[in-house]
């Protein structure tokens, strides 16, 4: 079964560092998302991405965050200067088409660690 | 008011209950229902999309009111391998057509 990679499925960084979370989503997939879940809260949306660029973004996608489609197949999101507050479980996820109506497949997640 | 609103649990119940999960969200724009299932440190997984018209999958069921804006899920002859976190999910025109917005999940522990 086709399935969405991310890695890695943990780093720790410091605050301050940028970090580069990367995703292999479904390779027939057309629309990619990134969302992020800190622990014991709700899975929240930071970006939707197609076509080669951004299609949506929410309050907390700000300057320090980028995505990238760098080659056909992985699909990148970048935080600048990490903050205490970055510790999340980030997940990947793609769509075949756009988010209605269809099923959203994620990645395993990767856990950030900001100290 | 939260766009997607459920409750946390957790709800404990035996092996072959029948048990309901309520969700509600709050714009009535919101065009796509889905339920998601969430385990302990993984990704969401879909369980399935609900339709207008209501839906079944197996021993689950799945009823969308779009009146009073209300979901809801119910898991008949409940197993050990129910036990997980449910995510009430929209999606749709001014929740933002190309995302999904999640509830807090109603986490259920089902005992032998």
């Known amino acids: 079964e086709p399935e969405v990679t991310q890695t890695p499925s943990h780093q720790v960084t410091q605050m301050g560092q940028e970090v580069i979370l990367r995703c292999v989503p479904i390779?027939?997939?057309?629309?990619f998302y990134w969302y992020r879940q800190i622990l014991g809260q709700k899975v929240e949306f930071l970006v939707s991405f197609y076509n080669n660029e951004i299609s949506e973004k929410s309050e907390i996608f700000d300057d320090q965050f980028s995505v990238e489609r760098p080659d056909g197949s992985n699909f990148t999101l970048k935080i600048r200067s990490t903050k205490l507050e970055d510790s999340a479980m980030y997940f990947c996820a793609s769509t075949e088409v756009g988010a209605m109506n269809t099923e959203a497949f994620f990645g395993q997640g990767t856990r950030l660690t900001v100290v | 008011r939260k766009e997607v609103e459920q409750d946390p649990g957790p709800f404990n119940v035996p092996e072959g209950a029948t048990v309901a999960f309520n969700c509600t969200y709050s714009n009535s724009a919101s065009q796509s229902f889905f339920w998601y299932r969430q385990d302990c440190r993984k990704e969401p997984k879909l369980l399935m999309s609900?339709?207008?018209s209501g839906n079944e999958d197996g021993r689950f069921t799945a009823q969308l009111n779009r009146a009073s804006q209300y979901i809801s899920l119910l898991i008949r002859d409940s197993k050990l391998s129910d036990s997980a976190t449910y995510l009430c999910?929209?999606?749709?025109?001014?929740?933002?057509?190309?995302?999904?917005?999640f509830g807090t999940g109603t986490r259920l522990l089902v005992s032998p």
């Open positions: 609900v339709y207008s």
């Open positions: 999910v929209v999606s749709g025109r001014d929740t933002g057509f190309q995302k999904l917005v």
């Open positions: 390779s027939n997939h057309l629309y």
